[in-house]
C-alpha cells in the first residue's frame, strides 16, 4: 500500500499560536488527501478534503479559516491550525486514497497536538 | 459527516477465542474497509471489500461485503494478545469520500 508520513509526530503549543503539520505521500503522488481529527476514544472525522492545484473542501463544521489547507505538490499537503486553543487540542491524521478507482486509503501516522 | 454503528464497543475476550464485529449504515457504500489503531498511531489497513456478498480473508482475519450493501463484519479467528488494539470500519461513498464506524476496541486476556 501506499506510504504517507506526517510531521510532526507531537506537538505542544501555548494558546493562540498557529501549528502547521505536513503530510507527504512517500511513493505516491496524490491530487487529494484528506485530513481526519480524532479526539480521545472516539472515532476519526473527516475535516476537509485536500486537492492539488485547487482550494480544500471542507466538511459541514469544519472553519475553513481557522484549518487552513494547502495543498502544494502532488506529494505534500498542510494542515495549519491557526490560533490554537486547547480544545483544538487532537490527534490529526491524513490520509491518501490508493488502490482501483482511490477505493483504498492509507493513513499517515498522525500527530498530537497539544495546546495549553 | 455521517458515521457508521458499530458494534460491540468493546470486548473482553480470552486469547485463542474467535471475535466478530460488525457495523451498519443506512446508506450504501462501494467499498467497505477495515482498519486497526494501536495508541498514538494512524489506523492500518487490514482487508478492503470491493463487491457485495464478497468474502475475504487475510491472515486470520476474515470480512465479508453485506449483500445489501449496508453492512460488514469482520471476524478474527484464535485471538492473541497483539490483536488488542481499536478496529474501526469505513465505508466509501460517493466523491471518495470514506466514513468510520465509532470503533470497537479489543482486549484479549492472555
Known amino acids: 500500500g501506499a506510504v504517507v508520513s506526517q510531521h510532526p509526530s507531537w506537538v505542544i503549543c501555548k494558546s493562540g499560536t498557529s501549528v502547521k503539520i505536513e503530510c507527504r505521500s512517500l511513493d505516491f503522488q496524490a491530487t487529494t488527501m484528506f485530513w481526519y481529527r480524532q479526539f480521545p476514544k472516539q472515532s476519526l472525522m473527516l475535516m476537509a478534503t485536500s486537492n492539488e492545484g485547487s482550494k480544500a473542501t471542507y466538511e459541514q463544521g469544519v472553519e475553513k479559516d481557522k484549518f487552513l489547507i494547502n495543498h502544494a505538490s502532488l506529494t505534500l499537503s498542510t494542515l495549519t491550525v491557526t490560533s490554537a486553543h486547547p480544545e483544538d487540542s487532537s490527534f490529526y491524521i491524513c490520509s491518501e486514497p490508493a488502490g482501483v478507482g482511490g477505493s483504498e486509503q492509507f493513513f499517515g501516522p498522525g500527530t498530537r497536538l497539544t495546546v495549553l | 459527516g455521517q458515521q457508521l454503528n458499530q458494534s460491540p464497543q468493546s470486548m473482553f475476550i480470552q486469547e485463542g477465542e474467535d471475535v466478530s464485529m460488525n457495523c451498519t449504515s443506512s446508506?450504501?457504500?462501494?467499498?467497505w474497509l477495515w482498519y486497526k489503531q494501536d495508541p498514538g498511531e494512524g489506523p492500518v489497513l487490514l482487508i478492503a471489500?470491493?463487491?457485495?456478498?464478497e468474502l475475504t480473508s487475510n491472515g486470520r482475519l476474515t470480512a465479508q461485503f453485506g449483500i445489501t450493501r449496508k453492512d460488514s463484519f469482520l471476524n478474527i479467528s484464535a485471538s492473541i494478545p497483539s490483536d488488542v488494539g481499536i478496529y474501526f470500519c469505513?465505508?466509501?461513498?460517493?466523491?471518495?469520500?470514506?466514513?468510520f464506524g465509532s470503533g470497537t476496541k479489543l482486549n484479549v486476556k492472555p
Open positions: 471489500l470491493y463487491k457485495a456478498g
Open positions: 469505513a465505508g466509501l461513498a460517493n466523491f471518495n469520500k470514506f466514513y
Open positions: 446508506s450504501i457504500f462501494n467499498t
